[in-house]
């Protein structure tokens, strides 16, 4: 949620079109549909208009798939826990997306 | 992500602190313990991390500038701290900290796992020193009743993981860019 909020207020400044999607994880707590109605949230807070897509399959391929597809400019993720330590650590989604997208991703810390 | 693997095996008899020790380029090192609630000590660390050579950093430790290397030191200290001293300064730090939101409700350090690091200032490294702190440490540790110790290093720091290795660690699966290892004491 904080890469969100990062996003909209980038876009908002930039004057930018944003798309919004929710991915299928099953390693978190909230589902897909919470997920989503709290972008829509987001979103209405922030007063921004944007398209929020649901996708579903492997996580890390769909959204580099769409993203290239539609020919997206920018693709802007998450990712950065920190371990107990204050390593950071990237989640697989997050390698998957900065390895295989031919788009530039953009990785909010 | 609780889901580490431990070897069945524990790994004991490691020196404990204090201790001097003379590195390889003769100049007397002291080992001991760091301390919570000493001012002195929590300044003197934060000291060496101002010193420390940002191009060294690994996966986003130690911060930079001196405010964030205090906040990112502050928590490290209710943990488990060895520091390596040559005359006033420090010149190495060894840390455990527990994988747990509320460290004050831990019974006994054996419940928890605890995550280590270690850093050793530029002009210290490569002279037996962290292989020095590093069991150290452990030992340390082991009389505290720490059981399970864990880390992550960067794929490609071979050195490294080769010196988890020789101190008994052992590879245990990989978290993305990350090798994760692990050692049991007890």
């Known amino acids: 949620m904080k890469t969100l909020h990062a996003t909209i207020k980038r876009t908002l400044e930039a004057g930018d079109t944003l798309t919004v999607a929710v991915l299928e994880n099953d390693g ?14 987001c979103l209405e807070e922030a007063g921004l208009e944007a398209d929020v897509r649901l996708l579903s399959g492997d996580p890390g391929s769909e959204l580099v798939t769409v993203a290239e597809r539609e020919a997206f400019d920018q693709v802007v993720i998450g990712g950065g826990e920190a371990s107990p330590m204050g390593k950071i650590r990237l989640g697989p989604i997050t390698e998957f997306v900065l390895l295989n997208s031919p788009t530039t991703v953009t990785l909010v810390r | 992500m609780n889901n580490r693997v431990y070897p069945d095996e524990p790994v004991g008899s490691f020196p404990t602190p204090p201790a001097t020790i003379s590195d390889k380029f003769d100049r007397p090192i002291e080992i001991r313990p760091l301390e919570a609630d000493a001012p002195d000590d929590a300044d003197a660390l934060a000291e060496m991390y101002v010193l420390f050579d940002p191009a060294d950093r690994a996966q986003g430790i130690p911060p930079t500038g001196e405010k964030r290397i205090r906040q990112w030191i502050e928590p490290l200290l209710s943990g488990i701290n060895i520091a390596a001293w040559h005359e006033d300064s420090v010149v190495g730090h060894a840390t455990l900290v527990p994988d747990t939101d509320d460290p004050a409700a831990l019974e006994t350090n054996a419940d928890v796992d605890w995550e280590l690091a270690i850093f050793v200032l530029q002009e210290y490294q490569e002279a037996g020193i962290g292989t020095q702190l590093l069991m150290n440490l452990l030992g340390y540790a082991s009389e ?35 090798q994760v290892m692990s050692i049991r004491l007890a």
Request: proline residues 2%; negative net charge.
């Open chain 1, 28 to 41: 978190v707590k909230r589902s897909q549909a919470e997920m989503s109605e709290e972008v829509h949230d």
């Open chain 2, 144 to 178: 505290q009743g720490v059981e399970r110790v864990w880390l992550t290093v960067e794929r490609w720091n071979a050195p490294a993981i080769a010196l988890y290795e020789r101190v008994g660690f052992e590879l245990c699966g990989a978290e993305s860019f990350e």
